[in-house]
């Protein structure tokens, strides 16, 4: 799929010129018919090769640290970007998925299955955006409908059940907002998800691997340990909602001020707290490498699950409400008294 940022430009000039290299060093002589003869177009030495690799990888190094907020939320949606389908393949072994929340249907937007994550028997649960236009049609662009919450919620009382710690891989802009989705209850679906995770007696750990928008997010993100990927994105709301409400238009530059008002991404929560973790990518982000990407994930959920598997269920549920109820909270100082001037 041919999509690129814009602030990529320099990376894609360094790799315009390695493709160039590497295919003039494929060709050997070319015949040129208009000199009538052959000509040898001097392949490009290894070592040019090298330097040239070598820069392309300070560049995106250099490129993606100074991320913006909003450029941030482009890298976040990148239509090559890694999802649960693509981490389940890469991470997970003797995958089973489930289906259907045995009350309306099934919502293929939440992905539900059993698998191996190391050596751990889990619960996998995961957003799906889809790749071609026709899968994400069907899934919704990775909205999630009711039936898709009461899906995640009946299987993570089936782990529970059988003492299996549950994994979940947010990535949404936020629950289905349609008018059938309401009919079906969508606000007490998410609701109950909230309530039952806070108190499901077995580990939960939870990761943003993309976008992480609102109630659609949190649906499935009440967790023991909260993380994100490095160029993912959590908030109440996306850049282009807070900026219709806050300047009546959504663009460049209100989606970049609301971005950046939002506090939105894994460096931000980590400081105020939201989240436990940042986990890096590949240079140039997991949708340069997914291979990569799936190994910095799954070495993380794996020590995450050594330690909360021995950890006493109670302690574990009266954790995870601890951390939640925390949320938010600050303390106010109360006011030092005004001091009245001395008389001269």
Known sequence: MFYQLDFEQPVRELEDRIDRAERSAGQGDLEVPALGGVVDPAPADAEDLTKLRAERERVLKKVYRKLSPWDTVRVARH????????????????????????????????????????????????????????????????????????????????????????????????????????????????????????????????????????????????????????????????????????????????????????????RDNLKLGIIDAVIDEPVGGAHRDHTGASDLLLAWVVAQLDELTGVETEALVEGRHERFRKLGAYEELAAEPARVAEDA
């Open 79 to 266: 239509p090559n970007r890694p999802q649960t389908r693509d981490y389940i393949a890469n991470m997970a072994r003797d995958f089973v998925e489930l289906h259907g929340d045995r009350r309306f249907g099934d919502d293929p937007a939440l992905v539900t299955g059993f698998g191996r994550l190391g050596p751990h028997k889990c619960l996998i649960i995961g957003h799906q955006k889809g790749r071609d236009t026709q899968e994400k049609i069907k899934c919704h662009f990775g909205c999630a409908h009711p039936e898709g919450y009461r899906k995640a919620m009946a299987k993570m009382k089936l782990a529970e059940k059988y003492g299996l710690p549950v994994v979940t891989l947010v990535d949404t802009p936020g629950a289905y907002p349609g008018l059938g989705a309401e009919e079906r209850g969508q606000a007490e679906a998410i609701a109950v998800n909230l309530r039952e995770m806070s108190r499901l007696k077995t580990p939960i750990v939870s990761v943003v691997i993309g976008e992480g928008g609102s109630g659609g997010a949190l649906g499935i993100a009440v967790a023991d340990r909260v993380a994100m990927l490095q160029n993912s994105w959590y908030s109440v709301i996306s850049p282009e909602g807070c900026a219709a409400i806050l300047w009546k238009q959504a663009n460049e530059q209100t989606n970049t001020a609301s971005a950046e008002s939002l506090r939105l991404t894994a």
